[in-house]
């Protein structure tokens, strides 16, 4: 089945203490990107990869980092996670097609406390 | 930039009647748009998206969506609302070309079915 996971889907975490939420999809796909969602601000880009090794900043990257080190794989990575990143986050995958992409697809989201 | 708004944030309709949801966009160049659902503790699934061509596009569960250039507006309407259509909907427009395909979602419309 096409999907994109994430690990874990709950998390409650302390200030300070480092973290990382996982992403995996299964459809070969070059895009993939990260997304916030908090309550009023809709849904908000992270980071973004275009391919392997090749990541860029999104809308709100502060705090986090990212890395692409295989296709299927994207990492989010909060080194110092505050209060403020107390949020619901998805990660999303597209193929490419001629200078844009198709469907994104989402995971069921990774919803962090921070306390 | 491009800009997403969704004037409505909560909709209430009784099951069986009739539902348009409004969203309005803000981008120069022609958009790729999109319909988004978010079902409670869910990630989300594509209901429709519209590249080019025919404006009136269809998608899941019944919704259509018609993309009309001259208002900016891609308004979501289904003929006939079900009580498990009660969830939340995001449109969204992709930024076309360059090295990102980022998403701007609007701030969502909460829909409520009343039995």
């Known amino acids: 089945e096409a999907q994109v996971t994430q690990n874990p889907r709950y998390l409650i975490t302390v200030t300070g203490k480092k973290l990382t939420v996982t992403c995996s999809q299964n459809?070969?796909?070059?895009?993939m990107s990260w997304y916030r969602q908090d309550p009023g601000l809709g849904l908000r880009q992270i980071y973004y990869s275009m391919n392997v090794e090749v990541t860029d900043k999104g809308d709100v990257p502060e705090g986090y980092k990212v890395s692409r080190k295989e296709k299927r794989n994207f990492p989010l990575i909060l080194e110092s996670p505050s209060p403020n990143q107390t949020s619901l986050y998805f990660c999303?995958?597209?193929?490419?097609?001629?200078?844009?992409?198709?469907?994104?697809?989402f995971g069921p989201g990774t919803r962090l406390t921070v306390l | 930039a491009q800009s997403v708004t969704q004037p409505d944030i909560h909709i209430t309709v009784s099951e069986g009647a009739s539902l348009e949801l409004r969203c309005n966009y803000s981008y120069g160049a022609t958009p790729y748009l999109f319909w988004y659902v978010q079902s409670p503790g869910q990630g989300l699934q594509l209901l429709l998206k519209?590249?080019?061509?025919?404006?009136l596009v269809q998608g899941i569960k019944g919704f259509e969506a018609e993309f009309k250039r001259s208002q900016s507006s891609f308004n979501l309407r289904k003929p006939s609302v079900h009580w498990s259509d009660a969830a939340e909907y995001f449109c969204?427009?992709?930024?076309?070309?360059?090295?990102?395909?980022?998403?701007?979602f609007g701030k969502g419309t909460l829909l409520t079915v009343n039995p």
């Open positions: 999303a995958s597209s193929p490419h097609l001629a200078g844009r992409t198709d469907t994104q697809y």
């Open positions: 459809m070969n796909h070059e895009y």
């Open positions: 969204a427009v992709e930024k076309s070309g360059g090295s990102n395909y980022k998403l701007t």
């Open positions: 519209y590249f080019s061509g025919d404006t």
